[in-house]
């Protein structure tokens, strides 16, 4: 894991915690709980419950990726959630990494964002 990773993943935990917080997602992205935990397929239940945390972790974490990966090349979290939510990707037909991600196509959104990295451009 890159450092930026690292940084970006400590700001989707709780303060003391080792796993990624469906809260601190949710607000970060500025989407409501049942939407997120639509999104990355999990019961909206599990989101806050003691007994799912390393399952919405798990869970969580292709997104957190994403977006530590986006805010690194845009320079911030928010320009970051921004792009997530409403730019669409070269050669998915108007999709955003979004819609790719609830599509359960979080990989091809890495894919993506490392190939841009790399300086390919779709």
Do not use: C, N
């Not at 989407?31 to 972790?57: C, N, Y």
């Amino acid at each position: 894991m890159s450092a930026a990773f690292e940084l970006t993943a400590t700001a989707f935990r709780e303060s003391g915690q080792p796993y990624l917080s469906a809260r601190r997602v949710s607000e970060k992205l500025g989407l409501p709980l049942t939407e997120l935990a639509t999104m990355i397929g999990v019961a909206r239940t599990t989101l806050t419950a003691k007994s799912g945390l390393r399952k919405v972790d798990s869970a969580l974490s292709p997104l957190v990726r994403i977006i530590a990966m986006a805010a690194e090349m845009a320079g911030d979290e928010g320009r970051a959630a921004i792009w997530f939510k409403h730019q669409p990707l070269p050669g998915w037909g108007g999709k955003t990494a979004l819609d790719l991600v609830r599509d359960g196509k979080s990989d091809r959104v890495l894919d993506y964002l490392e190939s841009v990295r790399a300086g390919v451009y779709s």
